[in-house]
């Protein structure tokens, strides 16, 4: 929405997301999340801390204290740091398993061990950002709990709810990781927008969630 109205505006805001639920790895996610920020804490943070070019344990190090601030910056609370820590461990651990080649010692089965790749590192990170949405460590903790063994906990209103945002996630997801692949489709913008305007209007009205404010106007 914001780049849209930037362009009515004339403005030509920088893409922040690109495809991130396409991710292969803890450190691709970094490369297609919250674009803006990521490369600000890497050139105001990371770098000027060393980088990586101080060996394998600065590098580690650089990458805690990094994600630690950037945690913080969202918020000074306990979920907001404990998020970033976690966010650095986990890109601290693949670069050292990265290192001792150890992806490459796992038996590789077409497909079968991409997708178990993909939904570790997915659910890994989804659980771990528990501590982004909840107001504090405890309902945090309670939240994982219920994740992690199946109870009921902060669900979607509907399945049919459900089934709509997968579906648009993985359409944008698409358009945006194989973008050669739609430009058939734009000769015929004309014909598609104001029928997809109003599908996509139907479905928001047949869909409504209450008064609930967009998470991120906290920041």
Known sequence: MARGIGKLLGFNLPENFRAPFFLSNFGDFWKRWHLTFSVWIRDYIYIPLGGSRLGELRTSLNLLLT???GGLWHGASLNFMLWGFLTGFFLSIERFLN????LDKIPNIPYVSFAIKYLFILHVYLVSWV???TPDVSTALLVMKNILTMKSGLELHTLETGLYVGLFTFLFHSMQEWPNAFSGFTGYKSVLLAPGFVLVL???????SGNLDFFYAKF
């Open 67 to 69: 994600f630690v601030l």
């Open 202 to 208: 139907l479905i928001m009205i047949s869909n409504q």
């Open 131 to 133: 501590l982004f949405f």
């Open 99 to 102: 290192s001792l080649k150890f």
